[in-house]
């Protein structure tokens, strides 16, 4: 059974940092893409960055672009999204999840929605807030 325990949310003015962890179990890690995705209450989640299975590729949304990075730790079984230059704008619910059809720039183009996985394969969320 697939299962993630995510941690690193909180509350931080702009301008701050925080660094997003999401713990894996449940399937080889190792040899998963891995993606971050956020969601703002009442509007259609979004794609922030995801990283290939070995780490070598990493994408991320033009609106985070230079302020986050993505990282993974495949000893630990952990992906992490370190968040610099906190904006407003970044207010959301995140969520880490397994990219079963890989790590690409389609996972934020156009056609994101078919790049999701099933329910079973994303976190619980953990909150972040930025506050002006």
């Known amino acids: 059974q697939v299962h993630f325990v995510e941690s690193g949310g909180g509350s931080v003015q702009a301008g701050g940092s925080l660094r997003l962890s999401c713990t894996a179990s449940g399937f080889t890690f190792e040899d998963t893409d891995m993606g971050w995705f956020r969601q703002v209450l009442g509007k259609e989640r979004e794609p922030v960055s995801c990283?290939?299975?070995?780490?070598?590729?990493?994408f991320h949304a033009d609106s985070v672009k230079g302020r986050f990075t993505v990282s993974r730790d495949n000893a630990k079984n952990t992906v992490y999204l370190q968040m610099n230059n906190l904006i407003v704008e970044d207010t959301a619910m995140y969520y880490c999840?397994?990219?079963?059809?890989?790590?690409?720039?389609?996972?934020?183009?156009?056609?994101?929605?078919?790049?999701?996985?099933?329910?079973?394969?994303w976190g619980q969320g953990t909150q972040v807030t930025v506050s002006s």
């Open positions: 990283m290939s299975w070995d780490g070598h590729s990493t």
């Open positions: 999840a397994v990219l079963l059809k890989g790590c690409s720039p389609r996972v934020f183009g156009p056609i994101a929605k078919a790049y999701e996985p099933p329910s079973d394969f």
